[in-house]
């Protein structure tokens, strides 16, 4: 009933588009007359389920009248649903042309150049949302949400932290955006403030395994606290007891108490469930540490091929390679 209510919103809002312009001439009328008449229809086929003819119904009122941002809307819908997303992305640039404030669509564009990839554009919609956005509105901190993922999945840090303080200081304790920030903070190295984001969330949720998992690599990674990060990891993987992430943090921690071949098992652990530049890093990190150049060396160029800008691991290749060159000359006897 309430949809409906807002359909007939909608109508008696188009209606009074269409008899309010005294200077239309009498095909325009006619040609708005039918483009309404259909879209009434097509609301009608909508509430009773019929999704084939409520299309029809839209194509036709779009035939009829260009202008109206409804149908276009609405057909945008439908071809979303129907994976036809450039036949959405159609429409919708049509109604954010008539209608600028009209949010829906904006938040349908940016979902679908999101499911594209287009981070970027789906970026923008988000901006053009929040333009208009009362800030205490729910939808608002939606947006600004979305926003902050879309910058940090553009590796635009510094404005996906704008977004995330401005989430926390309407609601300082939301817990997704907290986490977000300190996971922020730890690809920044900024190990302070990402301790500081992980305690929070523990504090408001103690079982929050992902908290659990990153505040034990912060200590791992300083090589402090190491027993309480060993119960923090251990208490993450009950909670996820699949997670290579958490497996890899396992490892780290462990490598890091001296126990290389534990080390070692939790990481292979890790390798079972995700391909990851890191897990590959730490194993060859591990075999190296064991004496085992040429199994580090393996390792290491496992992670180089997944993310090439690796300069540490680039250096230490090249250490290994100088010391094993060095060893095979001291061995080399050619009176042998």
């Not at 029809?56 to 609405?74: A, N």
């Amino acid at each position: 009933m309430l949809a409906f209510k807002r359909q007939l919103v909608f109508i008696g809002l188009w209606f009074t588009v269409l008899v309010l312009p005294c200077h239309a001439g009498e095909a325009q009328i006619q040609a708005k007359s039918k483009s309404l008449a259909h879209y009434i229809m097509a609301v009608i086929n909508d509430l009773n389920g019929d999704n084939q003819e409520a299309m029809k119904e839209y194509r036709k009122s779009v035939k009829f009248d260009t202008r109206q941002p409804l149908p276009h809307l609405r057909l945008a819908s439908y071809y979303t649903r129907l994976g036809r997303l450039t036949e959405a992305v159609e429409h919708l640039r049509i109604v954010v042309k008539l209608q600028p404030e009209l949010s829906q669509a904006h938040y349908l564009l940016a979902l679908i150049y999101s499911s594209q990839k287009k981070y970027g554009l789906a970026a923008n919609e988000y901006e053009l949302i929040l333009k208009t956005a009362s800030k205490k509105n729910p939808d608002s901190i939606e947006a600004h949400t979305y926003l902050a993922q879309l910058y940090y999945s553009l590796r635009k840090y510094p404005q996906s932290i704008d977004q995330l303080l401005q989430i926390l200081q309407v609601q300082p304790r939301n817990i997704s955006a907290t986490y977000l920030l300190g996971t922020i903070y730890l690809d920044l190295d900024q190990r302070l403030k990402a301790k500081e984001s992980f305690r929070k969330i523990l504090v408001l949720e103690p079982e929050h395994d992902g908290a659990l998992n990153s505040l034990a690599y912060v200590y791992a990674e300083g090589g402090v606290n190491l027993d309480e990060a060993l119960k923090m990891i251990r208490k993450a993987l009950e909670g996820d007891p699949s997670n290579g992430a958490y497996y890899d943090t396992l490892g780290w921690v462990l490598f890091k108490k001296g126990f290389k071949a534990e080390s070692l098992m939790a990481l292979e652990k890790a390798e079972e469930y995700i391909v990851d530049p890191i897990i590959y890093e730490h194993i060859g990190d591990v075999y190296n540490a064991v004496n085992e150049p040429a199994l580090a060396r393996k390792f290491w160029l496992k992670s180089l091929a997944l993310d090439p800008k690796q300069p540490k691991i680039s250096q230490r290749l090249e250490r290994l390679n100088r010391t094993s060159a060095s060893i095979q000359e001291v061995n080399y006897n050619p009176t042998r």
